[in-house]
């Protein structure tokens, strides 16, 4: 029965922080953030009111007497029942109050200003070339204006070498077509090919410059964060809490630096976040220390192209778990953590977080951050802070059934030794906390599959006949092996979905694609109009002139004729002629220098739509474990009974094969391999993200959706011990 505890009012302690709590200030009132609607849930399910009390941004510390102010304080001295507000848990608060079931194991982490585009037009225009090419043409000038000199006494044509030179330079008609010495000549010729060659590839430069501009260095990890401090470029800033400070000179281990000198502490976190975003243009910059959580919610209040979040993998500085408070003997505190369990094991927690930030999501984000996280598996000394000892197996030894399926279980190569995975860790992790061994079994990449006489195989069948106790590798819950054995609570929900290899740059016909097929021909007809038109010039003209030849010429910038006077017909020509050959010389090489710059890649496969269309088309071949109801589910899903899946679909040994088919393109064939995305993501970070393409997680690119569990055998004696934990 449902508690109902009759409109029993609760006091209820708040710090602000988001994006756990928010409130008004004025009417005391809850506004959003997950613990805000855990609260409002709770007091409508179970029937309560509260009202809160404001602790001021002080969530307690413990003084030398033993005593304690903030949050924690009001708890101890029962002046509030609960607290919210993304309270830390450590040792001595766990032993003064008590704590719902933990929501997230948080990183104390850093954001900085975000970095600046670099654009400065006193110095863009330098930026193609490096300092020894620019050098090198200061020097050629000066030797070109040296010969010049030379060759003034000896030439009785005394043209200014010089200045033909520079003009050419930058495709100019210099002079009149006139008999030029051999020397001259040979110069000339040395001269306009590396002139033209130097100002290509510049042009070409300064366009990919413009298109793919350069940003300022970032601070992506704890180590450069510490070389910023060493060599004081930056000033550490952070909420009013000594154990920021603590932790991170135990971090830092260096005494020769005092830490305190380079620490500025602020009243609340938006002035730390305000801090670093007017710090973004000066020399000393400042950099803000705190829950990465929280520091997501700032980045998208001021938005991502003012604030900078690095990946979480390096730039860790220390991990956190958050949890609700109560007080020590509050009454229905096994009722309220079994609705926070709940609640969090079906993502409604997380979920709750993530709508703090629904009403950023209009910002343009400029520069996007991809998020790369690993999981760690918590230590014995953080659970033994909210799980006592009640199970002691006194080292007794377990049989458990694996099969490697990374990111769940990963084995040591050539071993069946558990090298990492979130099941491995959370193996490893029980048996240290409930004190028992283990040996493994390797089930050879067979979960099970139920035979029409009701037998199973692989994994399944090893806890029927309780040959193991307990079956890890990401084993899918599904309703036949429900019924068979029982399941720990489910962990996870994930899909299965498929990845191909990455798209590749498309440089075939690159020369080409800097203008449409429309754009060409039009080319191609002005060519013929112009032909036409110098076959007709020529019968009308006293000096018939090469029409055609001068066009062509001047497409390239080149001096064709001499400087004669020509009729009005010729040279309306002419007109239009190096004006329509200009913008098409322009446009042409800035869209080739951008398509360099940012090349186009080919198409990919995001949805299963399109992977269905490619597999029926015969331009990829489907591979995967052996998983018939995966191959049934794809058939029935697109709803085509005439394909012979086995020509089309390849069962593999392992995923392993599966990637490298992909990656090497097996006998010059397309791949996709069909699994858990997990199972994929661990793939494309192992082999490279260049080599893989993995659509997003969206409806359209899942085949289907597998709640994942952990198995044991039937009558497993510590089944609720293990659920539990």
């Not at 991809?370 to 000394?381: L, Q, W």
């Not at 075939?508 to 694609?513: G, H, M, Q």
């Not at 569990?709 to 934990?725: A, C, L, Q």
């Amino acid at each position: 029965m449902r508690l109902n505890l009759q409109n029993e009012t609760f006091a209820i302690g708040i710090n602000a922080k988001p994006p756990y709590t928010m409130f008004s200030a004025k009417t005391m009132k809850l506004t959003r953030g997950s613990e805000a609607y855990f609260i409002d849930t709770l007091s409508s399910y179970f029937n309560f009111s509260f009202h809160l009390v404001n602790c001021k941004l002080t969530w307690g510390r413990k003084y030398s007497n033993g005593s304690w102010d903030g949050l924690i304080g009001l708890l101890v001295d029962k002046k509030i029942d609960i607290g919210i507000g993304g309270t830390f848990v450590d040792y001595d608060r766990f032993k003064a109050v008590s704590f719902l079931y933990p929501q997230i194991a948080s990183s104390i982490t850093f954001i900085t200003a975000a970095p600046n585009r670099i654009i400065s037009s006193h110095n863009l225009l330098f930026h193609p070339f490096p300092t020894n090419v620019w050098s090198s043409f200061l020097i050629t000038l000066f030797i070109c204006f040296i010969f010049d000199h030379i060759q003034r006494k000896f030439n009785p044509n005394k043209l200014n070498l010089f200045w033909i030179s520079v003009v050419q330079l930058f495709h100019q008609d210099s002079y009149r077509k006139r008999i030029v010495p051999r020397n001259l000549s040979c110069y000339l010729i040395f001269w306009n090919f590396g002139s033209y060659i130097l100002t290509i590839i510049y042009a070409g430069c300064l366009y990919s410059l413009i298109a793919a501009p350069s940003y300022s260095r970032t601070i992506d990890t704890v180590f450069e964060l510490f070389s910023e401090i060493k060599s004081g470029h930056i000033i550490l800033t952070s909420f009013n809490n000594p154990k920021y400070l603590n932790n991170f000179k135990d971090l830092y281990g260096d005494v020769s630096v005092d830490i305190d000198r380079y620490w500025k502490s602020v009243p609340t976190t938006f002035d730390g976040f305000d801090l670093v975003n007017d710090s973004a243009n000066t020399e000393l910059r400042y950099v803000y220390i705190g829950q990465r959580e929280t520091l997501l919610f700032g980045q998208a209040e001021f938005g991502e192209k003012y604030l900078f979040l690095p990946e979480e993998v390096e730039s860790s500085l220390f991990k956190e778990i958050i949890a609700i408070p109560l007080r020590s003997d509050f009454p229905y505190y096994d009722e309220f953590n079994k609705a926070q369990h709940r609640l969090y094991a079906n993502g409604l927690m997380h979920h709750w977080t993530e709508k703090c930030y629904d009403k950023f999501k209009y910002k343009e984000i400029e520069n996007k951050i991809v998020s790369a996280y690993e999981p760690k598996a918590f230590s014995i000394d953080q659970l033994n802070i909210f799980f006592m000892m009640k199970l002691n197996l006194q080292n007794k030894t377990l049989t458990v059934g694996v099969n490697e399926s990374p990111p769940f279980v990963l084995f040591r190569t050539g071993t069946t030794e558990l090298l990492v995975g979130t099941e491995a860790r959370f193996l490893q992790t029980l048996g240290a906390h409930f004190n028992f061994s283990y040996e493994l079994i390797d089930a050879k990449l067979n979960w099970g599959t139920r035979y029409s006489n009701g037998s199973w195989d692989g994994l399944i069948r090893l806890l029927i006949d309780k040959e193991i106790d307990i079956g890890i590798g990401g084993t899918f819950f599904e309703e036949d092996r429900y019924r068979s054995v029982p399941f720990l609570d489910h962990y996870s929900i994930s899909s299965i979905t498929f990845i191909t290899e990455a798209p590749h740059i498309l440089s075939a016909k690159l020369l080409f694609r800097p203008f449409q097929p429309s754009v060409w021909y039009a080319f191609i007809a002005t060519l013929f109009i112009c032909f036409l038109l110098d076959r007709i010039q020529r019968k009308f003209s006293e000096t018939p002139l090469n029409l055609f030849w001068i066009s062509i010429v001047q497409l390239f910038n080149q001096d064709p004729f001499r400087k004669l006077s020509k009729k009005r017909h010729f040279s309306l020509w002419l007109i239009f002629w190096n004006f329509g050959t200009f913008v098409l010389a322009i446009i042409y090489a800035s869209c080739l220098s951008s398509l360099i710059a940012a090349p186009s890649y080919s198409k990919t496969i995001d949805t299963i739509q399109q992977l269905y269309s490619a597999i029926h088309s015969g331009q990829i071949i489907a591979t995967s474990l052996k998983n018939t109801k995966t191959q049934e589910h794809f058939m029935k899903w697109m709803g085509d009974d005439n394909i012979d899946i086995d020509r089309v679909w390849q069962i593999l040994p392992g995923a392993q094969v599966g990637f490298e088919m992909i990656k090497n393109k097996h006998q010059d064939n397309h791949y996709t391999y069909i699994g858990l995305r997990e199972t994929l993501k661990f793939g494309q970070a192992f082999y490279g993200k260049e080599y893989f393409h993995l659509p997003e997680n969206v409806f359209s690119s899942s085949l289907l959706t597998q709640i994942l569990g952990i198995p044991v055998r039937p009558g497993f004696p510590y089944i609720k011990d293990f659920n539990e934990m």
